[in-house]
């Protein structure tokens, strides 16, 4: 359910042009604080995969088709939102 007051709120927000919150000066410092912020992130995704890798091995099958499953459903749902 967040994710859905997530997206309506920034519709709105996207709509409303004449309310200006954000200046461009500090859009742009956001973008380069989202950037390391995200980098942090993945590094540390990266490690926690890495020490568990056994572990991913070991699933095998299984998740190799459920990543196919994920894979599939990238590639259909803009047919389907086409539609």
Known sequence: MPL?????????FYLAKPIKWI??????????????F???LIAKLAISSGQSINLIFKM??????QELGHLA?????P???LL
């Open 38 to 40: 995200i980098g942090v």
């Open 23 to 36: 200046k461009r000066r500090q859009a742009r410092i956001a973008e380069g604080a989202m950037m390391l």
């Open 4 to 12: 859905i007051y997530t997206i309506i709120l920034g519709l709105v």
């Open 79 to 81: 047919i389907a939102l």
């Open 60 to 65: 095998g099958p299984a998740l190799i088709l």
């Open 73 to 77: 459903t990238i590639l259909v749902l």
